[in-house]
């Protein structure tokens, strides 16, 4: 006989399974995001040309100058395009950064430093503590990239067993956390740098954009705030919510055979060689500190500031030294890294493994460039800020809209890099239209780019969290660890909002120099 007890869950996740099922056709006939935005390259360039021949332009309040809309299928957007594709792909913000960051923490995953990070932080933590030591952990992961949805999930899952509750809480927990807090954090990784690239050059749609500055860290003050009330939050939901209304495993979780199992425990080579990164880095910062502190120091900014200073706009180089100094200690003391020829090739592995990555932004960085250049940009944000004005859609509520359809479009385009060059280039500028910084509509936008990442079919990665969770549950089905993520959704969405709010309703700076409204 059936428990009764778990027959609406059952239910439940037949019909969730009914509705993912759906979804995954739907979003299965998407193209490509490089078919896609090729496909968008050139609707934009035959918009362009028809509104350039019908002489369509726009004068952005605040300025006497009529911009005409330049059509890119004409003979002088042709001779443009043909001018500078070349500089377009290679002077795009996001793709140094990215991949100067991707050598660095690459060296750092490669030789053992962020895997053994995560290990002595779970490990140890208190029986009663566990679920909010596992989402804290889980919410600082995205400078591991996609690293975490691998790596994490079974290290929580084994936390778990071995402080005798359920590994199938700290599974899916972990996963939900990484999801939602994978783009919040006290850590600033690659996706920062991918974000604000791309926010940088969606500013400069509108003239003002184009002496707006910005740097990796101008969302840190929100991120790091909001990862502290995600982790409490998933840590309640797993104690409170998931971890009583889950049935016992019947499996033992072990790794079939031939598949590489992680494992939670810290050997004293690796605690070792943890202490002696975490000294290295610790030294690195205190050198960099003293430096930007020191009255006359070159790090300063202009008349002796703090902010902006060369320390901020200058942040990513900063950042890939302390990544490598502390990879390049912990190789040498754990011995993963056993000769000077190690290092180089972690970091060009590291760059391989983003060679998608580089074929999107070709075409993206084309997208955006005649997005800007054409002056259509320009057009959409200024007619659009006017309709969300003229019917009163204006402040936070127009924001809390915007976040609402990202979260949507998020089920079917899973890439955030590929999402946010879909929509930046329109709703940066209309929110400054509105008179908000592009920090906050990035922020806006991470906030979407995280909340529904759980639950959607298209991320290849919820299916290894299948494959995971079918070790503890060989009967689970995909309709059983949605049912259970579910859960995690709107809470998550509701505490982003949550914090978002906070800062705007107080004024509060969105990260150094990085405010909300523009002056």
């Not at 028809?50 to 369509?56: N, S």
């Not at 991949?99 to 779970?122: D, F, K, P, Q």
């Not at 006290?186 to 969606?202: H, P, Q, W």
Request: charged share 10%; proline share 6%; net charge neutral.
């Amino acid at each position: 006989m059936q428990d009764t007890a778990t027959a609406p869950d059952t239910r439940a996740g037949r019909l969730l399974d009914r509705l993912m099922t759906g979804l995954e056709r739907f979003g299965n006939k998407l193209p490509h995001p490089f078919y896609l935005f090729t496909v968008l390259f050139l609707v934009l360039g035959v918009v362009s040309t028809v509104l350039a021949a019908t002489g369509a332009g726009v004068t952005v309040p605040g300025t006497e100058e009529r911009l005409e809309v330049r059509g890119l299928f004409s003979g002088a957007g042709i001779s443009w395009l043909l001018e500078n594709a070349l500089v377009n792909f290679t002077g795009f913000p996001p793709l140094g950064t990215v991949l100067l960051m991707m050598m660095a923490v690459g060296v750092a995953e490669r030789a053992g430093l962020l895997e053994t990070t995560v290990r002595a932080t779970i490990a140890r933590a208190p029986v009663r503590l566990l679920p909010y030591v596992v989402a804290f952990v889980a919410c600082q992961a995205h400078v591991m990239s996609d690293i975490a949805m691998l790596v994490i999930p079974p290290l929580a899952a084994l936390a778990f067993r071995a402080a005798g509750r359920n590994p199938v809480a700290g599974l899916i927990g972990a996963f939900a956390c990484v999801c939602a807090g994978y783009a919040a954090g006290f850590t600033v990784g690659a996706l920062d740098a991918l974000y604000v690239g791309i926010t940088e050059k969606a500013a400069q749609v509108l003239p003002m954009g184009a002496e707006m500055a910005t740097h990796l860290l101008v969302n840190y003050f929100f991120t790091a705030s909001a990862s502290l009330l995600l982790a409490l939050v998933g840590g309640l939901l797993i104690t409170k919510v998931l971890e009583p209304r889950l049935p016992q495993p019947t499996g033992d979780g072990s790794a079939p055979e031939g598949e590489e199992e992680h494992s939670g425990e810290v050997t004293p080579l690796q605690m070792r060689a943890l202490l002696a990164a975490g000294a290295a880095v610790a030294l690195y910062a205190a050198v960099v500190l003293t430096v930007w502190l020191m009255p006359g120091s070159p790090l300063r900014g202009e008349g002796g500031a703090l902010v902006p200073s060369p320390v901020l706009t200058g942040v990513v180089p900063l950042l890939f030294g302390a990544f490598l100094i502390g990879g390049v200690v912990y190789g040498v003391v754990a011995r993963t890294v056993k000769q000077a020829a190690d290092v180089p090739r972690m970091m060009a592995e590291s760059v391989t493994g983003m060679a998608s990555y580089i074929v999107l932004i070709l075409v993206i960085a084309q997208f955006i460039a005649v997005f800007n250049w054409s002056n259509v940009g320009t057009l959409l944000a200024v007619e659009s800020a006017k309709l969300l004005e003229s019917v009163g859609l204006t402040g936070f509520t127009a924001v809390v809209l915007f976040v609402l359809l990202v979260t949507v479009l998020n089920l079917f385009i899973t890439s955030g890099s590929a999402l946010w060059s879909l929509m930046a280039p329109v709703f940066v500028p209309t929110f400054m239209l509105l008179g908000m910084e592009p920090a906050f509509t990035q922020a806006a936008f991470r906030i979407a780019d995280s909340a529904t990442q759980m639950i959607t079919p298209l991320n290849p990665y919820l299916f290894l969290a299948l494959a995971l969770l079918k070790r503890y549950e060989p009967g689970a089905q995909l309709g059983t660890l949605m049912s259970r993520l579910a859960i995690f959704v709107v809470p998550f969405l509701v505490t982003w909002l949550a914090v978002l709010g906070l800062f705007y309703a107080f004024d509060l700076p969105l990260g150094p120099g990085a405010g909300i409204h523009l002056e």
